[in-house]
């Protein structure tokens, strides 16, 4: 086996939680698309492994890919006319199956949902109890900015959450 293969399945075992998760955020809750994200954001990891230059850690870097990827479907699934993500989210909230985490972090995910996309990471990077200095790393803005940004996120999050 390669060192590439190695590092490779050395980093799925150790972030796949934590990509996964950002992916289910991002989503909005949709388990199924998270899961197909969170496969792309490794297929992406795999294609960049001779790229990374220990600039940051593999946890940053890992984190960039994931905010990329989940991106790049969200913009192109604006343009390819697709289902939004709001319905996918409320057709799947109707299907019980799939409730298994409970109401609450089903409405913690939608109030997620509607905000944008950068709050969106930012916050899934909170709640994954990652160092702020590590999130303004992948945000690409300061520890303070990212504080002040985090301030109005959680206040927001809770307009959102007293409003449903």
């Not at 190695?6 to 990509?19: H, Q, T």
């Not at 109401?103 to 930012?122: F, V």
């Not at 702020?132 to 992948?138: F, M, P, S, T």
């Not at 002040?148 to 996120?153: A, F, M, P, T």
Request: charged share 25%; glycine share 4%.
């Amino acid at each position: 086996m390669s060192n590439n293969n190695v590092l490779f399945e050395r980093l799925y075992a150790e972030f796949y939680p934590m990509v996964h998760h950002v992916c289910v955020g991002f989503m909005k809750g949709n388990r199924e698309l998270a899961e197909d994200l969170a496969q792309e954001t490794f297929i992406n990891t795999w294609r960049s492994l001779d790229n990374f230059k220990g600039t940051s850690s593999y946890k940053t870097w890992i984190y960039r890919i994931t905010m990329n990827t989940c991106l790049k479907y969200i913009r192109d699934s604006k343009t390819k006319n697709q289902v939004p993500l709001d319905q996918n989210s409320k057709l799947l909230s109707q299907d019980s199956s799939h409730q298994d985490h409970g109401d609450a972090h089903q409405e913690l995910y939608q109030a997620i949902g509607q905000l944008n996309e950068i709050d969106r990471l930012i916050i899934m990077m909170v709640l994954d109890e990652l160092e702020y200095k590590e999130i303004a790393d992948v945000v690409g803005i300061s520890e303070s900015n990212l504080r002040v940004k985090i301030h109005r996120i959680k206040k927001s999050l809770k307009e959102k959450l007293k409003n449903e």
